[in-house]
């Protein structure tokens, strides 16, 4: 039985607030944690995750194998694992046999995954790719049945294999829960999506293993999305079942016979939406909340089928927004609440006292908790974006279970300017999000201890110090500029406007010491919507707000003029037409620089290097379906266009080679290669056949072999080998 309700209707959750200053040293693991760390993301060394040399990256040349004759690209996924999981399962009859669920934030279509070794790697299930993934049960006989955007399916050949079953109900099946008689696993309960209001059959239920449905939809009071259901072990007659709106409102309605009639048990409980229901017998379980509006519920507790309530929750819990709850199989006492945006609480006594994040699960947007089938100490978990996490000790430790998923949506990647094997990745859900980082070249990731809200950039400063620019929302943590210090904890610095989210801001750019930074996006809310550009002379001490634009607008990416001293920027904007700016006073004054540009300037994304001083080059949309290349030689003050073909997410310079540049490209090869400035380009692609959608690009800027990094929709990637340097060699590394 589950107890999540649909992330797509319901939004995620957040912590209320986070410390400005968050420890990011591992915390000392309880006994009997057998190593297990949560904040190690995933050993990253598998089926080709990283690249082929076992050294490091600054480590001693092997011997060249072969020169370079202008061959493609070779990629490699370099990772990290991760992916939207929403449910995930154990098999009763193999516990080696389990199965995870992802729903992509986005709605971009998930994925079922199997693993046949208790969760250690995973593999995609071919007959249920690109398909969301809402809930997994099996029934006491192995048999698996799984809640996805096109109905119910079920599986009884361990998950290889899969069935669908029409529910009957018309075109709109996107089921969001399903619970299994635990006394006739014939019979089977799902919950619908009410498709923005033109699915009025909400709840259905099967009497022969999914066969047939019948419509079982409590009288609500209006259109809602069933969000779970649960059923009484000990008395199947009694069923309760959650149902909540899409901008918010909910009720909770209880069947003491099966369905035929239902009574409305929403009296006592919060009005905002609820996600999880339990029944064990003597105790209804209710928890939800949602970080849109505000809209926090916790957990509570009716010993009468809902006709009164108490709350479980206290003052301890830094956020009332629960997605699951599990009991103990074994005792009744302890329970399990995931919280979105703050990981597990626990409570051993009945939920009158409580254990906050629990196994350092404190980093997880957790959506789903669950035992394994009789077990006290295997628990599983479903998170945003970082995938599975599971305990083998009852959840006083929670490590990443998560290899072979590779969905994690990247929305940044740099690296280091002063150690090669430092990489930083950024990414982010609905109202969640976090920095990875990696130290020895992409073999491991770590999750960084920021607060959890969403990032839209990460850089590395002059200095090599790393930088992470959120985006809110302020209602977790401030929205601004994130550094992370010596001791590895995070401070915000700003710029802040005021206690609301009142900065939009997506790009983050170094002068020539890391004193110097300079941020784009837009104001926000209370603020207005003009775009923005800010300066801090003083490493984010103070800041100045330098440029305040058009309405509507917003500051995309900044870049300095190589070899001009820090005095001439570009910035690129995006809106209704886009276009860009040009500073020519180190950022103190900017002005718009169209001579040239076309009048639709979409997406633009801007790069310069030291071997062609004074240039910078621009790609964009200049229509809805074709991107281009632009190139200024007079530091911004003129464009020339070059390259026209497919939309264009980002372009990278190479740091040694005139005229030789990289574009990320959302059509046909996600990467392109020229080698005269923009001109033309050719294929640079080869390895990038599982790569998710592109979003940026980044070289190496440690001298050496440039190897280029790509962030994707599906994680990040590299090249192994440059045809642009002079010599190649067999694992990528001079």
Request: aromatic content about 8%.
């Given at each position: ?20 200053t968050i420890a990011a040293t591992p ?198 999305s069933a969000t779970a259901v649960a ?284 004193s110097t930074i300079y941020l784009g ?214």
């Amino acid at each position: 039985m589950t107890q999540r309700s649909l992330s797509l209707t319901l939004g995620f959750c957040a912590a209320l607030a986070a410390p400005l200053t968050i420890a990011a040293t591992p915390q000392p693991l309880p006994a009997g944690a057998a190593g297990f760390d949560a904040r190690h993301v995933e050993r990253g060394d598998y089926a080709g995750r990283r690249p082929l040399a076992a050294s490091r990256l600054g480590e001693a040349a092997p011997a060249a194998a072969g020169r370079g004759t202008g061959m493609p690209a070779a990629w490699a996924a370099l990772g990290p694992y991760g992916g939207d999981v929403t449910s995930v399962a154990v098999s009763p009859v193999d516990a080696a046999l389990v199965l995870a669920g992802t729903a992509p934030a986005n709605g971009g279509g998930g994925t079922l995954y199997r693993s046949v070794d208790g969760a250690a790697n995973w593999t995609a299930v071919p007959a249920m790719t690109f398909r969301s993934i809402f809930d997994i049960e099996f029934t006491p006989s192995g048999t698996a049945y799984a809640a996805t955007d096109g109905g119910v399916w079920s599986s009884s050949d361990q998950g290889v294999n899969w069935t669908q079953h029409n529910l009957g109900i018309g075109t709109a099946q996107l089921v969001t829960d399903l619970t299994i008689d635990p006394t006739n696993p014939s019979v089977i309960w799902a919950g619908v999506d009410d498709a923005f209001g033109s699915q009025p059959i909400n709840l259905v239920r099967s009497t022969d293993g999914g066969l047939t449905w019948s419509n079982v939809t409590p009288p609500r009071s209006t259109a809602m999305s069933a969000t779970a259901v649960a059923v009484d072990p000990t008395n199947s007659q009694n069923v309760a079942a959650t149902f909540a709106g899409w901008i918010g409102g909910t009720e909770l309605w209880v069947s003491t016979n099966g369905g035929t009639t239902w009574t409305n048990r929403s009296a006592g409980l919060p009005s905002n939406p609820l996600r999880a229901v339990v029944l064990d017998g003597s105790r209804l379980l209710v928890g939800g909340g949602q970080m849109f509006g505000s809209q926090f519920v916790g957990l509570y507790l009716s010993n009468d089928l809902g006709q009164n309530w108490s709350a479980l929750h206290d003052e301890s819990w830094p956020l009332l927004c629960v997605t699951d709850i599990a009991v103990d199989p074994n005792d009744p006492q302890t329970i399990l609440a995931s919280i979105d945006g703050a990981g597990i609480n626990r409570s051993t006594d009945g939920g009158n006292t409580w254990e906050i994040a629990v196994g350092g699960s404190s980093i997880l947007s957790a959506q789903s908790v669950r035992y394994a089938p009789g077990s006290s100490q295997t628990v599983l978990v479903g998170a945003a974006s970082l995938g599975v996490y599971r305990s083998t000790d009852g959840g006083d430790a929670f490590a990443a279970s998560t290899i072979g998923i590779a969905e994690l949506a990247l929305y940044a990647v740099d690296t280091s300017p002063t150690d090669p094997n430092l990489i930083a990745v950024a990414f982010q859900g609905n109202n969640n999000g976090g920095v990875l980082s990696s130290s020895n070249g992409g073999i491991d990731w770590t999750a960084e201890s920021v607060p959890p809200t969403r990032y839209s950039s990460v850089r590395f400063a002059p200095d090599g110090t790393l930088y992470a620019l959120s985006a809110g929302p302020s209602s977790v943590a401030p929205e601004g500029l994130y550094r992370r210090n010596g001791d590895g904890s995070w401070t915000s610095l700003g710029p802040d406007q005021g206690t609301l989210f009142e900065s939009d801001l997506i790009t983050i750019r170094f002068g020539t010491t890391a004193s110097t930074i300079y941020l784009g996006g837009a104001d926000f809310g209370v603020a207005g919507s003009e775009r923005t550009v800010w300066r801090s002379v003083d490493g984010g001490t103070t800041w100045a707000k330098t440029h305040e634009g058009t309405d509507g607008d917003k500051v995309a990416d900044i870049e300095s003029v190589a070899g001009r001293g820090g005095q001439y920027l570009v910035a690129t904007y995006d809106g209704p037409a886009g276009g860009a700016l040009r500073s020519s006073d180190g950022g103190l004054s900017w002005t718009e620089t169209r001579n040239g540009l076309p009048d639709f300037a979409r997406f633009g994304r801007l790069c310069s290097t030291a071997a062609t001083p004074g240039t910078m080059y621009m790609s964009m949309w200049d229509s809805w379906g074709t991107g281009a290349i632009y190139r200024s030689t007079n530091d911004g003050a003129s464009w020339t266009r070059g390259w026209t073909g497919g939309n264009l997410s980002d372009v990278a310079c190479h740091p040694h080679e005139p005229g030789v540049l990289y574009a990320a490209q959302q059509s046909a090869d996600a990467v392109i290669r020229s080698t005269d400035g923009g001109t033309s380009f050719t294929p640079f692609a080869t390895g990038l056949g599982a790569a998710g959608a592109p979003v940026e690009l980044a070289l190496s800027k440690t001298g050496g072999l440039p190897l280029l990094y790509l962030a994707t929709s599906r994680g990040s990637f590299v090249t192994l080998r440059d045809p642009s340097s002079e010599t190649l060699f067999a694992d990528g590394f001079d």
